[in-house]
């Protein structure tokens, strides 16, 4: 193994006769992502569950930790990206303590070490939300306390879980892999667009990923953004100028030893005659059906072909 995953829950507190962070935590004990073992933690709802955390890092190392906790109040999970430097029960934990507006250091809010822009969370199970309120109640104190204690470069946030959900522990797994998975590298794809057709192009057999269809396009240089991006590498792998015009979307693809995010944009030929220099054949598609694309350019085609026959031109 690589390393270890800290997961807690939390157990039943107020009202409520069981806690669903508690069972999806102990659900998780002993799993493996990304050749990570996950170790699971339940913590009691009081001062001291608060500070468990930040106590057993300081002789324990973990590649990433995931605190869930119970938020009665919501209809969809959240991931709490901040811990607010203020404590105001509306009931008192477990161990009778009842705090009012009162700070927890005085030194201010903590942020959360993840990155939710290279989550995909459109596409995560459960259409969890990002949340910049953690709430004033155990679960911020023990995200605060656990910030507090950590380097900074240690993944970790706190997932907010409501009473019902349809897949909690798959969620919660996702956003393991997402804590442990390496960071988004931007890349450009161009969808060049002429006569209502688009270009797809393979991938030469000395090229990474042989044999595969692609939109062309890299990574971003310093500085660059997607346009500038795409003006200088369709120019290096197709000797072609275009004009770089709107949007389609952006998709982010695991590949497993990378993970990119695509940057479609709609281009036109301004200039140049055609030469391929990392790939080995080109053709201009009516629909997303004829090649083998690589990843998710699949997908991509099939937006930008929705996105041709909306035009005026197709009736």
Known sequence: MEGRVLV????AFGAHSAN?????????????????IIESLILTVDESG?????????????SAIMHIGL?????????EIRAKDI????IPDNSGRLVKNSPISGEGDLFSTINPDDWDIENMIDSPVISNDAGEYICNETLYRTLSALDGNTPCFFLHLPLSQENPEGLALQCIDRMLRPPCIDV????II??????????????????WWEFPGGKFEPGENAAQCLE????????????????????IFDHGDVVVRLHVMECRIKSGEMKLHVHDKVIWCDGPNEVEWLGPDQEIAEAISARLQLRPSHP
């Open 20 to 36: 669903v962070s508690e069972y999806v935590a102990s659900l998780l004990d002993s799993e493996v992502v990304r050749n990570h």
């Open 232 to 251: 200088r590498e369709i120019m290096e792998e197709l000797e072609l100028e275009v004009e770089v015009g709107s949007d389609i979307g952006i998709w």
């Open 71 to 79: 938020a009665e109040n919501s209809t969809r999970p959240r991931i």
């Open 194 to 211: 002429e006569n209502e057709k688009f270009l797809a192009a393979r991938r030469a057999p000395s090229e990474k990923h042989a044999g």
């Open 8 to 11: 807690t829950g939390f157990g």
């Open 87 to 90: 404590l105001d029960f509306r």
């Open 188 to 191: 450009g794809a161009g969808a």
């Open 50 to 62: 608060s500070k468990r955390v930040s106590e057993l890092i300081k002789t324990q190392n973990y």
